[in-house]
């Protein structure tokens, strides 16, 4: 089904493990769809069980732009995320197509939606400090000096995530300024398309299990392979965002002897856990969806007709 162009966009939206992709490849068998990634994770080459990246099967028949586009130790910010979605959302309209963004990092739709914060780029000089700081002090010492320095944003950021914990100093350090003051000057650089929300929110219980009985698949699809492959690779290390990523830094540590098989499995689903909880605190915000518990095709269909 073809959509009268009016430059709308689809945000479909929701925590881990909640059958984003799913419901994505559904509605691509109901309109012209043109899917779009919106995961920090997806991104990376190479990085495919742990990710729950679609296999390269769904990829070739419902592609998805900006999946596999770096490479492990690559930077990508999310200013380099609002560039390039914005580049695939412009060509979905010139085809005809309804760009449908599907993804679960919050940071890099409210980014989309909203615009950027006047931020200082990192440095060299900054990011190695920082680096080291983390190495030093651990995460939750320098949560407790952003609560010192800036309390709203330390009330935002969970004391284990470290890489918004190190970004929310580092700018501090940089500009003099907190996160909190200059997240209100926003750059003008938000997407100007109507925008119309899908919400995918199944009860805590239900993905509690999901993501358990995930990683479990995860593990007997070769996950500790995948990352004693990345480990050859020796630009990748546990301070790089890509292995910070949940169920990497937790096999990482167990390759290197820190814990055993069934810790490790302990510990990234406790950690996908907590990363699906701040998931779903964004998501409960968003009062302007169509929220939904299970993934019905047929009431996601009438919400986008309604466009």
Known sequence: ????????????????????????????????AYLISVDSALIYHNMD????KPDSEILQNYPHALVN??????????????????????LALEKNKLPILVGGTSFYFHALEYGLSALPESTSESRQYFTEQLKTLGSEELHRQLNDIDPIAAERIHCNDS????????VHYLSG???????GNKDGNALNNPIKKIVLMPDRAKLHQ????????????????????????KKLNLDLPSIRCVGYRQAWQYLDGDTTESEMIEKAVIATRQLCKRQCTWLRNENDALTLTEASIDKAIEFIRDL
């Open 210 to 233: 999901r993501i358990e009985q995930r990683f479990n698949k995860m593990m007997d699809a070769g996950f500790i392979d995948e990352v004693k492959k990345l480990r050859t690779n």
């Open 49 to 52: 069980i742990g990710t729950a």
């Open 177 to 183: 300024k907190t996160l909190s003051e200059l997240q």
């Open 1 to 32: 089904m073809r959509l009268s162009p009016n430059n709308s966009v689809i945000f479909l939206m929701g925590p881990t493990a909640s059958g984003k992709t799913e419901l994505a490849i559904e509605l691509c068998k109901h309109f012209d």
């Open 163 to 170: 890489q918004r914990v190190t970004r929310a100093l580092e």
């Open 69 to 90: 586009i770096c490479e492990p130790e690559d930077s990508f910010s999310v200013n380099d995320f609002v560039t390039q979605a914005k580049i695939h959302i412009n």
